[in-house]
């Protein structure tokens, strides 16, 4: 857990899942208790199928420490590498829970995939509030911006609190790059003109990462506007859309799904919820076949 910010901006406070590389953030209103929290994580042992919320009880004793009011749950898009804490802390904290609208496009999608049914909702009721692009909400007295950034997904948002945006899996570190956009529905045109929105927020916007893959220096989860623009290796300055495209296509057509990419989705676009139990009081996750493959 690291502080970052001035005191006149959005205090904003890191929790890091080593096992996912997954960054989740405290965003704290410096004149009031009032804050959100942003990409919690829930814990999974694959091989044995055992839940934990080790990372969720750090993020919820910090909350009761310092009593802060949970104003917002914000789940930046439905993540396909870890799986959501937000139900979890919610009943802890209380707050609402939030995606962007589209989450209706990604359910409707792996709701076929999975074959779930009229069980399953795919109209967004899982959430309490759906994020439209350019939708305009409070944290406690911190002006916040939902911005829709698909690419990665349909669904995704940066959410700007203040001085500060929350860019999901839209960019990574400058050394690394942005997300992929070989998911269903995704796609590397879409992914680089949203790219092109955030980085023209203001040169001295502080941007929060939610993964970060490093291979020689230690883990980093903010950078700024002005240092994207000027270094990252996929999207800086005078990056034409057409290299940038070849570019990233080329590389997912290289990489492998996910180590956790089918519990996550099952569970995240149910709001971080399980799916039902059987008649024997046992919740399980489907493993479709071959419905991934390049």
């Known amino acids: 857990m690291q502080p970052s910010g ?9 929790f890091f899942d080593k096992d996912t590389a997954t960054f989740s953030y405290v965003v704290k209103d410096p004149s009031s208790n009032a804050c959100a929290i942003i990409d919690s994580v829930m814990s999974i042992d694959y091989p044995s199928g055992t839940i934990s919320y080790e990372g969720a009880d750090r993020i919820i004793a910090f909350i009761k420490e310092q009593q802060l009011d949970v104003q917002w749950l914000i789940e930046t898009h439905v993540h396909a590498d870890h799986l959501s804490a937000a139900p979890y802390i919610q009943e802890r904290t209380g707050g609402k829970l939030g995606i962007g609208a589209l989450i209706t496009t990604v359910q409707e999608v792996f709701g076929t995939i999975f074959n779930t049914g009229s069980e399953f909702k795919r109209d967004g009721s899982q959430f309490d509030h759906l994020f439209a692009d350019g939708e305009t909400y409070q944290v406690g007295n911190l002006q916040a911006r ?126 971080g919820h399980m799916p039902p139990a059987e008649n024997n009081n046992r919740v399980y996750l489907k493993l479709p076949i071959n419905a991934f493959k390049h």
């Open 6 to 14: 001035a005191q006149h901006n959005p205090e904003v406070l890191m």
């Open 146 to 271: 939902a911005m829709h950034t698909p690419g990665h997904t349909p669904a995704c948002m940066t959410h700007v609190i203040g001085d500060a945006a929350f860019v999901g899996d839209t960019l990574f570190m400058p050394d690394q790059g942005t997300a992929r956009a070989d998911f269903p529905g995704g796609s590397a045109h879409t992914l680089f003109r949203s790219i092109h929105k955030v980085l023209s927020l203001p040169s001295e916007t502080r941007l929060f990462m939610c993964h970060d893959y490093p291979e020689t220096r230690a883990v980093a989860y903010e950078t700024t506007v002005a240092e994207q623009k000027a270094g990252n290796i996929h999207v800086k300055d005078g990056t034409r859309e057409e290299d940038y495209v070849h570019k990233r296509e080329a590389r997912d057509a290289t990489l492998g799904m996910p180590r956790l990419i089918l519990p996550s989705l099952q569970i995240n676009m149910r709001a």
